[in-house]
């Protein structure tokens, strides 16, 4: 599945400066925003953070641009198809993603399990400032820990959760039996974390691709991390 124009759907010309982005993205953001009780669109909204966080960021924009020109595919993000807004629905998914994308990466490279957080938020496709409280979470959990590059790794005890606790979160499980494909992107993350002529879309492409037809169910809202005390 293809995303759509970010160009088009935030309504401006690709030559808009960064000024016209960031005023449109809050008029927007306003507009569509879960909280708003007349405007409220919450896929929209999750499509105006993924636009925003591409074409706010002079690297990845560049990117964009050159695919959008070449008419190459952008998979959409995880954020597409699970519910990261529903207050603490979406806080949970966020956590099971997160801890799916470093497990996977941990598996196909433990040593080199590194992610940085701009490739978690490009796999998620939810701007960081959404992402702090989750990333704070996890790390006082012991479940991650943050390298002294500034990346994510995934520790012991975070191996451990999601191992034992697959059977009991559907989504979870969703996400762990992708882990064929959730492997090999993670190994050409690895292979080309460092290559300054790739972008973190590329890296996360493969990883994508593979988990964009997973849907969010009303059992998927019933995640019980609170089992291992994960909501404690």
Same mark, same amino acid.
């Given at each position: 599945?293809?995303?759509p124009?970010?160009?088009?759907?935030?309504?401006?010309?690709?030559?808009?400066?960064?000024d016209?982005i960031?005023?449109?993205?809050?008029?927007?953001?306003?507009r569509?925003h879960?909280d708003?009780?007349e405007?409220?669109?919450a896929?929209?909204f999750?499509?105006?953070?993924?636009?925003f966080s591409?074409?706010?960021s002079p690297?990845?924009?560049a990117?964009?641009?050159a695919k959008?020109?070449?008419?190459? #595919?952008? +998979?959409?993000?995880?954020?597409? =198809?699970?519910?990261?807004?529903?207050?603490?629905? !979406?806080?949970?998914?966020?956590? &099971?993603?997160?801890?799916a994308v470093?497990?996977?990466?941990?598996? #196909?490279n +433990?040593?080199s399990?590194?992610? =940085?957080f701009l490739d978690?938020?490009?796999?998620? !496709?939810?701007p960081?400032e959404y &992402?702090?409280?989750t990333?704070?979470?996890l790390?006082?959990?012991?479940y991650v820990e943050?390298?002294?590059?500034?990346?994510f790794?995934l520790?012991?005890?975070g191996v451990d959760?999601?191992e034992?606790?697959r059977?009991?979160?559907?989504l979870?499980?969703?996400?762990l039996?992708?882990?064929e494909?959730?492997s090999t992107?993670?190994t050409r993350?690895s292979n080309?974390?460092?290559d300054?002529?790739?972008?973190?879309?590329?890296h996360a492409s493969?990883?994508?691709d593979?988990?964009a037809?997973i849907?969010?169910?009303?059992?998927?809202g019933k995640?019980?991390?609170h089992?291992?005390?994960?909501?404690?």
């Open positions: 599945m293809e995303s124009d970010y160009y088009e759907f935030l309504q401006i010309s690709p030559n808009a400066d960064s016209t960031h005023r449109v993205y809050r008029f927007l953001a306003a569509y879960p708003n009780p405007t409220a669109d896929e929209k999750f499509l105006l953070t993924q636009a591409v074409l706010s690297e990845r924009r990117d964009y641009d959008r020109k070449n008419g190459t #595919a952008q +998979p959409l993000p995880l954020s597409s =198809s699970i519910d990261f807004m529903d207050n603490m629905k !979406g806080e949970l998914n966020k956590r &099971l993603a997160v801890l470093l497990y996977f990466q941990r598996r #196909a +433990p040593y399990p590194e992610v =940085s978690i938020e490009v796999r998620l !496709g939810f960081r &992402l702090e409280f990333m704070w979470y790390r006082r959990k012991g943050r390298a002294d590059n500034s990346d790794t520790t012991v005890e959760f999601v034992a606790q059977v009991n979160i559907p979870l499980n969703r996400l039996t992708m882990g494909s959730f992107s993670a993350l080309t974390s460092r300054s002529s790739q972008s973190p879309v590329d493969g990883c994508l593979a988990l037809d849907e969010a169910s009303e059992e998927d995640v019980r991390m089992q291992d005390g994960a909501v404690s």
